[in-house]
Nanobody, 115 residues
Framework: QMHLVESGGGLVQTGGSLRLSCTSPETKFPSLAVSWYRQAPGRQREFVAFILSTGATNYAESVKGRITISRDSAKRTVDLQMNSLKPEDSAVYYC?????????WGQGTQVTVSS
């Protein structure tokens, strides 16, 4: 299990922006694919975006054009820049790393978008 810590959540109005960050003290973190997921109350956890060590990215259709994932290997962070936020983006956002069949998750950071 890897230690992952998310930060940057908060309350924002519709149309606003937030920047989430996932960090890990693990030296191998920059070489791993990192994903962001989110979970709203009463709903299943859903994929948001991932980034490979190469910088290649992929996004859920629901967030394309509004959310950008990036990484800073020197700082061992993976950020999620979220713009044009909607109330349906409200959820707890989790950082994820999978090594083999083992998933590591952070504690999550709450994002609330008011209408």
């Amino acid at each position: 299990q890897m230690h992952l810590v998310e930060s940057g959540g908060g309350l924002v109005q519709t149309g606003g922006s937030l920047r989430l960050s996932c960090t890990s003290p693990e030296t191998k973190f920059p070489s791993l694919a990192v994903s962001w997921y989110r979970q709203a109350p009463g709903r299943q956890r859903e994929f948001v975006a991932f980034i490979l060590s190469t910088g290649a990215t992929n996004y859920a259709e629901s967030v394309k054009g509004r959310i950008t994932i990036s990484r800073d290997s020197a700082k061992r962070t993976v950020d999620l820049q979220m713009n044009s936020l909607k109330p349906e983006d409200s959820a707890v956002y989790y950082c994820n790393v999978r090594i083999g069949s083992t998933d590591s998750w952070g504690q999550g950071t709450q994002v609330t978008v008011s209408s």
